[in-house]
Each structure stands twice: as C-alpha cells, then as structure tokens.
C-alpha cells in the first residue's frame, strides 16, 4: 500500500531554515503529483504548496510565497519542503499528500497523506 512518511519538523528560531521531507513508497512515484499541507493549532487544514509530476507546474500558498520552496527527486522517491526565514505563524503540523494523475488531478483531489510532521517556530 502506499506509505507517505514526512521527517525535518521540529523546532526552529524565526528567521531560521529548516527542511521537511516526504519520502514515499508503493506507489510509481513519478506518475503522481505532491503537495503539502499544514494544520495549525485550533485552524482547518490549509494548502501549502504542489509540485506536478515532473516538476514543471509548482503553486505556492500566498501566505508562504517568497519564503518556502518545494521540490521532488523522483530518483529517490522524495518530495521536499524547504522553509525560509519561518514565522510563529508557520507553527503547525505539515502533511504532504499524492495526487494520481488523471482524473484526481482534474478533480484537485489527494488520495494519500502522511502522518504529518510538526513544525514549532519560536519567536
């Protein structure tokens, strides 16, 4: 079945770095877009970042654009989240999630997700 394991959270300094891997398995991982996702404390779950299959279509969230970079290695199975200069407001759990192409791509839906892996930004 397919696996999603995120690592990296933990806790960072404002201003800081820090990046968040995903690695999956059971899947052909080229044959599916990724995206992470966050939840923050007492918030619904909210869209962070998508990178298409082969890396050529990549959105941002307009709260994170300019300061997170995502980026896969199909090579490896990987899908990365690179945070920059983190805010307390980027304090949340983050989940990366696949997206089948075709008709789940058409229909914007994830049909797997991981665990999730906590990020704590100090101020």
């Known amino acids: 079945q397919v696996q999603l394991v995120e690592s990296g959270g933990g806790l960072v300094q404002a201003g800081g770095s820090l990046r968040l891997a995903c690695a999956a398995s059971?899947?052909?991982?080229?044959?599916?877009?990724l995206a992470w996702f966050r939840r923050a404390p007492g918030k619904d779950r909210e869209f962070v970042a998508f990178?298409?299959?082969?890396?050529?279509?990549?959105r941002y969230a307009d709260a994170v654009k300019g300061r997170v970079t995502i980026s896969r290695e199909n090579a490896k199975n990987t899908v990365y989240l690179q945070m920059n200069s983190p805010e307390p407001e980027d304090t949340a759990a983050y989940y990366c999630?696949?997206?089948?192409?075709?008709?789940?791509?058409?229909?914007?839906?994830?049909?797997?997700w991981g665990q999730g892996t906590q990020v704590i930004v100090a101020s």
């Open positions: 999630a696949a997206q089948s192409l075709g008709v789940n791509a058409l229909l914007d839906k994830y049909e797997d």
């Open positions: 059971g899947l052909t991982f080229s044959n599916y877009n």
């Open positions: 990178i298409s299959w082969n890396g050529g279509l990549i």
